[in-house]
């Protein structure tokens, strides 16, 4: 099987409604470029422990979601609510890459858990610190809630989670979601934001030009 030579590192926090918002746009990304991109989400804590996480209902939140992200969603056809809890979300993280190792008995697992992962917190305020919620998304997927659970307490993807949050250091991200491009195992630049679906189309087909 030939592999995709663009490679696309998609690093995201799951309290990050930009990163929530970039997911149609990905999709779209996915599907135009169809065996030519590969796709693959990165973990991104914006606040990890011992940081402080973000007043739910604090100033600087109402202020961003009414200027950047209400119009976003709008734009986008999306709803997104702003939710009554900030929780830390490396759990979250660590429930995405258990989701992700269950794809050999359970095709399409990592991709459903991170889309109930993001509508869970922006549409119904779900604490991604609590890993019996966790286990419920999971439970809901039609994967099983008991083996992740499990999986949390035991910490078993969480060095997996750190591993990403160093790569995403090295390369100089402070802010999500940033999309990392590579050609044929190389380094091929990283854009940071919520990007348009335009704008994205245009990058990977300036690689895919260079590769010739």
Do not use: K
Not at 49 to 57: A, G, Q, S
Not at 112 to 137: H, I, K, N, V, Y
Not at 177 to 199: I, K, N, S, T, Y
């Amino acid at each position: 099987m030939i592999q995709p030579r663009i490679a696309l590192d998609v690093f995201s926090d799951y309290v990050c409604p930009f990163c929530y918002l970039e997911m149609p746009e990905l999709d779209a990304l996915a599907e135009r470029f169809n065996g030519r991109v590969s796709l693959r989400w990165r973990a991104f804590e914006l606040r990890p422990d011992p940081e402080p996480t973000l007043d739910p209902d604090g100033d600087y939140l109402h202020d961003i979601w009414e200027r950047a992200v209400y119009p976003m969603a709008a734009e986008r056809g999306m709803t997104l609510r702003l939710p009554r809890i900030q929780p830390r979300s490396r759990l979250a993280h660590e429930a995405a890459a258990w989701a992700e190792a269950q794809a050999i008995q359970h095709p399409g697992a990592g991709d459903a858990l991170r889309t109930a992962l993001f509508r869970g917190f922006f549409e119904e305020s779900l604490d991604l610190s609590d890993p019996q919620a966790l286990a419920g998304l999971a439970d809901a997927l039609s994967l099983d809630g008991s083996a992740l659970h499990r999986s949390l307490e035991q910490g078993d993807h969480r060095q997996a989670v750190i591993d990403d949050q160093r790569v995403a250091r090295e390369l100089g991200i402070q802010g999500v979601p940033a999309l990392r491009f590579c050609m044929d195992g190389e380094h091929a630049g990283v854009l940071e934001g919520a990007q348009p679906r335009r704008q994205l189309f245009l990058a990977v087909e300036r690689l895919l030009d260079a590769l010739g």
